[in-house]
T-cell receptor, first 111, second 114 residues
Framework: EDQVTQSPEALRLQEGESSSLNCSYT??????LFWYRQDPGKGPEFLFT???AGEEKEKERLKATLTKKESFLHITAPKPEDSATYLC????????????FGGGTRLMVKP | EPEVTQTPSHQVTQMGQEVILRCVPI?????FYWYRQILGQKVEFLVS????????KSEIFDDQFSVERPDGSNFTLKIRSTKLEDSAMYFC????????????FGPGTRLTVL
């Protein structure tokens, strides 16, 4: 059974304090690892897709990396508007491109 | 920027009633999905739909659930006889032309079963 585990569950940072979020996965035939941002009461908002180990993607203060077992979302000098829940999801080898989601990391950035 | 839309934003229903949740995927997308998120829990896959048929479904998607693409723009999820445990946020998503492509999510419909 495919599994995605995220840590920590919650993270409090001061504005400007850089950190990393972890996503460990066991997804059979991984075809893509996705990062989403979710604000309270809203749908997941796409951030990055990573397809192979060693791949990195960047967008503003965020950088996602992928190894064969984990993915990291690095946040550099975060701002209060980066406060959200960050979700990691793996797409496995099934016919329907099902995403298996982790439980998310709730990030709070204090000014 | 094109986006997935969902209606209604909030649906309240009595246990045992049928509900239909509606979605308009991004217009040139070919893959369609439903997920749900029970309050405080993970986002869970329900079903994927491609070429007018279900391509994959989870154990949650039992005989009480059905999906349909009634026309060229809408994608619906029907729950025939709602249960208390169906209360959740339901998200529609769509993807373009590849099984590895990104899934873009709608804002969700909050379903409350009383």
């Amino acid at each position: 059974e495919d599994q995605v585990t995220q840590s920590p569950e919650a993270l409090r940072l001061q504005e400007g304090e850089s950190s990393s979020l972890n996503c460990s996965y066991t997804v059979s035939g991984l075809r893509g690892l996705f990062w989403y941002r979710q604000d309270p009461g809203k749908g997941p908002e796409f951030l990055f897709t990573l397809y192979s180990a060693g791949e990195e993607k960047e967008k503003e203060r965020l950088k996602a990396t992928l190894t064969k077992k984990e993915s990291f979302l690095h946040i550099t000098a975060p701002k209060p508007e980066d406060s959200a829940t960050y979700l990691c999801a793996g797409a496995g080898g099934g016919a329907g491109n099902m995403l298996t989601f982790g439980g998310g990391t709730r990030l709070m950035v204090k000014p | 920027e094109p986006e997935v839309t969902q209606t209604p934003s909030h649906q309240v229903t009595q246990m045992g009633q049928e509900v239909i949740l509606r979605c308009v995927p991004i217009s040139n997308h070919l893959y369609f999905y439903w997920y749900r998120q029970i309050l405080g829990q993970k986002v869970e896959f329900l079903v994927s739909f491609y070429n007018n048929e279900i391509s994959e479904k989870s154990e949650i998607f039992d005989d009480q659930f059905s999906v349909e693409r009634p026309d060229g723009s809408n994608f619906t999820l029907k729950i025939r006889s709602t249960k208390l445990e169906d209360s959740a946020m339901y998200f529609c998503a769509s993807g373009s032309g590849s099984r590895t492509d990104t899934q873009y999510f709608g804002p969700g419909t909050r379903l409350t079963v009383l």
